[in-house]
């Protein structure tokens, strides 16, 4: 099935918005080769054996529009040098350059180059190894990638719908491999959508897909599917579609994926064929008056918090907020009838914002000591007026807090030791 004139319409206004301008790919590119040759320069400087190149979107030509652009650049490294030299060597090629150490399964960098306010680059070492099949680490396997990318993804209108799944996806905040996040990786919307040969045809299918896996084995490493499903070890196939990478045939691509995002992201598919229009591919920010109106509608209140960690930015803070949100989510359920709750993190920097809309429960039964306990039933008894006794234990019914800002409050002095245990600093 063909996309409609309109919708047509609506992607060649997309991309006109996506894409970044000529003027700006200009300033990337100088910043770049200016950055390189430093590289190159310090690495012949200290005799160091690597090969530097350039991955990610930029390379592969499927590069959209942001107020920050992330490029990526591996510094291969020879067989040679211990692997657990590699980020040190890396450090030492980036003397003189004032880098953010990153720690991760290999420590990485990031530098921002003088003069360009809108680039960052993220310089990653990796082992130059013969083939995927001798990758230490997943980033080895980054050379493979964009090779594999550039060879066969080369047409304008594949690039072109790439760069529209990857401004839907991220629309809906399912973009990213990250623990935050537990989506679709860029290197995974690439390979889907050349898989399906379309952007409209891998929203159909992800909107169609029903309960069970997809599974997609482009270079048909695997005899058949049922090969696949037992040639994997079983934490790849946990995603709900296995993606075969096409460099390295025990890899699922998309094995950060989650059930819970990807239902997210089907419903936005769903929701888009329904109507087509240019807001599925805009981030859509939380309206505070929308939810005031929304609260309202609903005879309940709204409140918007924040919190702060001290743990590094991007993936290892946005995991730690999320995770703290969960528990803030349980702990006010037990008290207040949640009608919506969002969770926003940038993907950098170390504050999160929690929004709630909320209705107290009149009251909620709390279990207390067994009855043959007399010590503690006791007690129990002259705390509470209310109590009733089920199968051998006593319960009573406690008038909850109205107010959930002033829940929050006596809830932090409680538990302070416990958000200092997750790594939060700060919830107001």
């Given amino acids: ?23 700006e790919l200009g300033e990337i590119s100088k910043s770049l080769n200016e950055f390189l040759a430093r590289l190159e320069h310090n690495k012949k400087k200290f005799k160091i054996d690597a090969q530097i190149f350039v991955g990610g979107s930029l390379a592969k030509k499927t590069l959209i529009k942001k107020e920050d652009y992330d490029i990526d650049i591996f510094i291969r490294f020879s067989k040679k040098y211990p692997d657990k030299n590699l980020s040190n060597l890396t450090g030492k090629i980036l003397r003189g350059f004032k880098a953010d150490r990153i720690h991760g399964s290999r420590d990485y960098f990031k530098v921002r180059p003088q003069g360009n306010k809108k680039v960052f680059f993220e310089i990653v070492p990796v082992r130059k190894v013969s083939g995927p099949k001798d ?23 594949t690039l072109d719908d790439i760069m529209l799944a990857k401004a839907f996806c991220n629309a809906c905040k399912c973009y990213g491999a990250e623990s935050y996040i537990h989506g679709f990786s860029g290197y995974g919307l690439e390979l889907l959508v ?8 891998f929203v159909r299918a992800m909107a169609r897909a029903k309960e069970g896996k997809i599974v997609i084995d482009l270079e048909k490493h695997h005899k058949n599917k049922s090969h696949i499903l037992m040639d994997l070890n079983s934490a790849k196939l946990e995603a709900p579609i296995v993606l075969i990478d096409p460099t390295h045939k025990t890899r699922n691509v998309l094995a950060a994926l989650s ?34 109106r929304e609260a309202k509608k609903k005879r309940s209140e709204f409140f918007e918090f ?3 960690t001290g743990r590094q930015s991007g993936d290892i803070a946005g995991s730690k907020l999320l995770k703290f949100y969960g528990l803030l989510k349980r702990e006010i ?19 999160a914002k929690y929004l709630f809309i909320v209705k107290p429960k009149k009251e909620i039964l709390v279990s207390g000591p067994k009855t043959n306990n007399s010590k503690h039933a006791k007690r129990f008894r002259m705390k509470h007026k209310k109590v009733s006794v089920k199968r051998g234990r006593l319960y009573a019914k406690i008038k909850t807090e109205k107010n959930l ?24």
């Avoid at 359920?333 to 926003?344: G, L, P, T």
């Fill in 194 to 201: 050349y898989n399906y040969k379309s952007f409209m045809n």
């Fill in 135 to 157: 990758a230490v680490n997943i980033t080895d396997l980054s050379y493979y990638h964009v090779r594999y990318v550039r060879k066969k993804i080369n047409g304008e209108k």
């Fill in 1 to 23: 099935m063909k996309a409609s004139a309109k919708t047509k319409d609506t992607f060649s206004e997309v991309l006109k918005r996506i894409k970044p301008s000529h003027e």
């Fill in 405 to 428: 800002k002033k829940f929050l409050t006596g809830w932090k002095k409680k538990n302070g030791k416990v958000m200092k245990d997750m790594g939060i600093s700060y919830l107001g």
């Fill in 259 to 292: 059930e819970k995002t990807f239902r997210k992201f089907q419903k936005h598919c769903k929701d888009f064929l329904k109507n087509p229009s240019i807001r599925f591919f805009e981030i859509q920010k939380a309206d505070i008056k929308d939810w005031k």
């Fill in 333 to 351: 359920e037990r008290f207040f009838e949640i009608k919506r709750a969002e969770f926003e993190y940038p993907g950098h920097g170390t504050s």
């Fill in 306 to 308: 924040s919190s702060r």
